[in-house]
Structures are given as structure tokens and as C-alpha cells.
């Protein structure tokens, strides 16, 4: 069975710092680039960051830059996103998901039907 499962949210103060695991299973996980997405209530989904098949490209929005690292370990199926000097604005539900696009394309332009696993919850109290 192709499955993606996110991980790792929760509830931290504003400065604080998770880190989210999106693990696979069913698919040559390698072959794809994979993108953490949010979606906060009322908003628009926006591609967080993305990395590459073999993890040597990555992209990230403007508004995580520096905050934000993506890394992914192909032998264990997984891609982790560590959250540093986190904002109320952060605050949404987080999912993956995974393509076979440029990081930049599946970042900014993902197709509406993109496979993706059900999200974790990241809350940023101020």
C-alpha cells in the first residue's frame, strides 16, 4: 500500500523549534521529490519546502529561509523538516507529499491532485 505519514507536530511557544518526519512506504521513495506543504485556516495551501530525489536540491519559501532546513535519508524512506525560530505565523497543518517535478515547480505550482498523507498540526503560541 503507497503511504506517506507526517509527523511531529505540536504546540511551542513563539522561538521554539520542531521537527516534522514525513516517512513513506510503498513506492521507490528515491525516485521522488518531496514538498512539506501548510495550510492555516482561511488561507491558501503554500509550498514550505522541497527537496530533490537524491536530496541535492531544495527549495524553501521566502518566509522560512534560515529558519528552515529539509533533509531527506532515502534509506529510511523518510524527509525530515527542522522548524527553528518559529512564528504565530507558522501555525497551520503541515503535510508531505510527493511528485516527480524540479523542487521549484512542486513547490510553487503542485498539481491539485498531488499524492500527499494526512498532516500534523504545528501551533505556534505568541
Known amino acids: 500500500e503507497v503511504q506517506l505519514q507526517a509527523s511531529g507536530g505540536g504546540l511551542v511557544q513563539a522561538g521554539g523549534s520542531l521537527r516534522l518526519s514525513c516517512t513513506a512506504s510503498g513506492f521507490s521513495f528515491g525516485d521522488y521529490a518531496v514538498g512539506w506543504f501548510r495550510q492555516a485556516p482561511g488561507k491558501e495551501r503554500e509550498g514550505v519546502s522541497c527537496v530533490s530525489g537524491n536530496g541535492g536540491s531544495t527549495f524553501y519559501r521566502d518566509s522560512v529561509k534560515g529558519r528552515f532546513a529539509i533533509s531527506r535519508d532515502n534509506a529510511k524512506n523518510a524527509v525530515y523538516l527542522q522548524m527553528n525560530s518559529l512564528r504565530p505565523e507558522d501555525t497551520a497543518v503541515y503535510y508531505c507529499?510527493?511528485?516527480?517535478?524540479?523542487?521549484?515547480?512542486?513547490?510553487?505550482?503542485?498539481?491539485?491532485?498531488?499524492?500527499r498523507g494526512q498532516g500534523t498540526q504545528v501551533t505556534v503560541s505568541s
Open positions: 507529499a510527493v511528485d516527480q517535478l524540479t523542487v521549484e515547480t512542486l513547490c510553487l505550482l503542485p498539481p491539485a491532485d498531488i499524492f
